[in-house]
């Protein structure tokens, strides 16, 4: 027996729960987890509120990623004990998630514990750092290095944004943060952003090309945001994108990438092949310090997070929000 946080939908509503369940209720999967931690992340939010229609089967346990201990096994990879971390894969949305005492998930999804990282930590860290250093490694292989100059990098108030400060200052870049949240610019020059910008400096509409401003890029954003900056790029630069919160449509031309040389990487941390994960995750754990967060991270049990779905989607939570099943 185990306890959950259970969505079920009922004329067309979502009802959350915290329930009791039997591992006969459990999905089908390679490998069972004893879920130590989860993270509480804005899609976790849409889908305990049915505020976007983010659940795709019903009943779901959400939670998009999750740390803990193998407690059963049928791949070689995998014995018991072994502590292991899931990030993707529609865990939360198709497959049930971390918001549970126990997961049950295909093999391929899951990646060792890194050296150096625990379950705590690597939830601290979550899918959104996880991100973030994808999109590093993106710019590093399109051959972008420290000297060639400035990365910018938008939404950098948010998780995503905020790890890929860390992480480009700990390898040398210079990084500069574009944020809505002026009030937050102390924090982000903490985190190692050599300056920070508005981002209504990039919200409106530019020219195609524009003076090249900034090596390469890490965007959150998508649409103006990233059609301005794509303007703005060096020749031969490369751009890092990540996110749509601003929306779908890219307004711009092939300027930027005929004229200029720009590349444009696209980084999905959900579908993201278990090699690259893989080193993703090795490479955090070198570079983030392992209390990474810590101060700015807030753990709760699994009762608060039905109240707390609530509050993300309204904007009323800030920093990381771990869950201890």
Not at 2 to 17: G, M, N, P, R, Y
Not at 82 to 93: A, N, S
Not at 227 to 237: N, S
Request: glycine share 12%; with cysteine; aromatic share 4%.
């Amino acid at each position: 027996m185990f306890k959950a946080l259970v969505l079920e939908q009922q004329d067309k509503k979502t009802i959350a729960s915290i329930r009791t369940l039997d591992d006969s209720d459990l999905p089908q999967g390679d490998v069972t987890v004893a879920v130590e931690y989860s993270s509480l992340n804005y899609k976790d939010g849409l889908a305990i509120t049915g505020k976007s229609p983010v659940v795709r089967q019903w009943p779901m346990v959400p939670g998009i990623d999750f740390a803990g201990t193998v407690i059963e096994s049928h791949d070689d990879r995998y014995q018991k004990g072994d502590e292991v971390v899931l990030t993707g894969w529609g865990v939360g949305e198709g497959h049930w998630g971390g918001m549970a005492e126990k997961a049950r998930v295909s093999s391929d999804w899951l990646v060792p514990m890194p050296k150096g990282l625990s379950a705590r930590s690597t939830m601290m860290i979550g899918t959104a750092g996880l991100t973030a250093m994808l999109c590093v490694m993106a710019l590093e292989d399109a051959g972008i290095t420290p000297e060639m100059g400035e990365i910018l990098v938008t939404g950098a108030s948010g998780g995503v944004g905020s790890v890929s400060i860390s992480l480009l200052a700990a390898l040398g870049y210079k990084a500069v943060a574009v944020t809505g949240r002026p009030e937050n610019s102390d924090m982000l020059t903490e985190l190692g952003a050599s300056r920070v910008i508005a981002r209504n400096e990039l919200e409106e509409r530019g020219r195609p090309l524009e003076k090249q401003l900034w090596a390469g890029a890490i965007d959150i954003a998508g649409s103006n945001i990233l059609a301005r900056l794509l303007g703005q790029i060096h020749y031969g630069g490369a751009v890092a994108a990540c996110g749509l919160a601003a929306g779908f449509d890219l307004p711009t031309t092939v300027m930027p990438f005929i004229l200029r040389g720009v590349k444009l990487l696209g980084v999905d941390s959900v579908m993201c092949p278990r090699k690259r994960r893989m080193e993703a995750w090795k490479r955090l754990a070198e570079l983030l310090p392992s209390d990474f967060s810590a101060q700015a991270c807030k753990e709760v049990a699994l009762e608060e997070v039905l109240q707390l779905g609530e509050d993300i989607t309204n904007g009323q939570v800030t920093g990381r929000v771990i869950i201890k099943p």
